[in-house]
């Protein structure tokens, strides 16, 4: 079961930086990206297209042009579109798409950017982001510890790991390495989250091209109407964007 790590999301409109006090002109500042807020029934609908993802030659321009209009940060738009392309060739019944881990990114950690954390080159997030503890107060599940703190650092109770929140007795089962090197999945490394994240919507939602599968994959993933019309609006905003010359 995972748990859902609330982070606001980001509106701003159109700002302007005053860069000193003398007479030159002010400074636009792009706006952050903004998702408007769907809020489709349940199994009704799935988010509209992103289109087809580029041949290899063009792929780098192309992440590159759509973190620019989503302010998703290329290193983590690049896992998800790795961890999307990779699924619909060893499980092509699927069809996750890259918006739909997006999707999930976004709500979960804000792209692995939760309170000042980033993924490196090398995929992994620093600093590393681990949920509240999951010792029932208010609100809160109570979930004892599953792996004596070995992920979280917590020996008591468990909390959610990483850039997509997952929960360690989940990681175990479901966690994937997505370089294939041999090395254990990390739950901060933004390649196997995002592989990770892929797998575990496809074992749970079946065909996430029709809307039964891809309602029941997310809100697997958190037992939310509203969460899942979070991750709904945010998928099709990012696949309107992607489409954007």
Same mark, same amino acid.
Not at 56 to 83: G, H, Q
Not at 133 to 153: E, F, I
């Given at each position: 079961?995972?748990?859902?790590?609330?982070?606001?999301?980001?509106?701003?409109?159109?700002?302007?930086? $005053?860069?000193?006090?003398?007479?030159?002109?002010?400074?636009?500042?792009?706006?952050?990206?903004?998702?408007?807020?769907?809020?489709?029934?349940?199994?009704?609908?799935?988010?509209?297209?992103?289109?087809?993802?580029?041949?290899?030659?063009?792929?780098?321009? &192309?992440?590159?042009?759509?973190?620019?209009?989503?302010?998703?940060?290329?290193?983590?738009?690049?896992?998800?579109?790795? !961890?999307?392309?990779?699924?619909?060739?060893?499980?092509?019944?699927?069809?996750?798409? &890259?918006?739909?881990?997006?999707?999930?990114?976004?709500?979960?950690?804000?792209?692995?950017?939760?309170?000042?954390?980033?993924?490196?080159?090398?995929?992994? $997030?620093?600093?590393?982001?681990?949920?509240?503890?999951?010792?029932?107060?208010?609100? $809160?599940?109570?979930?004892?510890?599953?792996?004596?703190?070995?992920?979280?650092?917590?020996?008591?109770?468990?909390? !959610?790991?990483?850039?997509?929140?997952?929960?360690?007795?989940?990681?175990?089962?479901?966690?994937?390495?997505?370089?294939?090197?041999?090395?254990?999945?990390?739950?901060?490394?933004?390649?196997?989250?995002?592989?990770?994240?892929?797998?575990?919507?496809?074992?749970?939602?079946?065909?996430?091209?029709?809307?039964?599968?891809? &309602?029941?994959?997310?809100?697997?993933?958190?037992?939310?109407?509203?969460?899942?019309?979070? $991750?709904?609006?945010?998928?099709?905003?990012?696949?309107?964007?992607?489409?954007?010359?």
């Amino acid at each position: 079961m995972l748990t859902l790590l609330v982070v606001g999301a980001l509106v701003a409109g159109a700002v302007w930086v $005053v860069v000193s006090l003398n007479d030159r002109e002010p400074v636009p500042v792009k706006p952050v990206f903004t998702v408007p807020a769907l809020t489709p029934a349940p199994r009704s609908a799935i988010p509209g297209d992103a289109g087809p993802l580029p041949a290899e030659p063009a792929k780098d321009a &192309w992440i590159a042009k759509v973190s620019e209009n989503t302010d998703i940060p290329s290193r983590t738009l690049r896992a998800y579109v790795n !961890a999307a392309e990779k699924t619909a060739k060893t499980t092509p019944r699927c069809e996750i798409t &890259w918006a739909t881990i997006a999707g999930i990114g976004r709500t979960e950690s804000q792209h692995a950017r939760h309170d000042g954390s980033r993924a490196g080159e090398d995929g992994i $997030v620093t600093p590393p982001i681990i949920g509240i503890p999951l010792d029932g107060s208010p609100g $809160v599940l109570a979930v004892v510890d599953t792996d004596k703190g070995a992920l979280d650092g917590d020996p008591k109770w468990d909390r !959610a790991v990483g850039p997509m929140q997952f929960l360690p007795a989940t990681w175990k089962r479901y966690g994937v390495r997505a370089s294939g090197d041999g090395a254990a999945p990390d739950p901060q490394n933004i390649d196997d989250a995002a592989q990770t994240t892929a797998r575990y919507m496809c074992a749970r939602g079946g065909d996430l091209g029709e809307p039964s599968g891809w &309602w029941t994959a997310v809100l697997t993933y958190n037992n939310s109407t509203q969460y899942g019309q979070e $991750v709904f609006s945010n998928a099709d905003a990012y696949g309107k964007a992607a489409l954007k010359p």
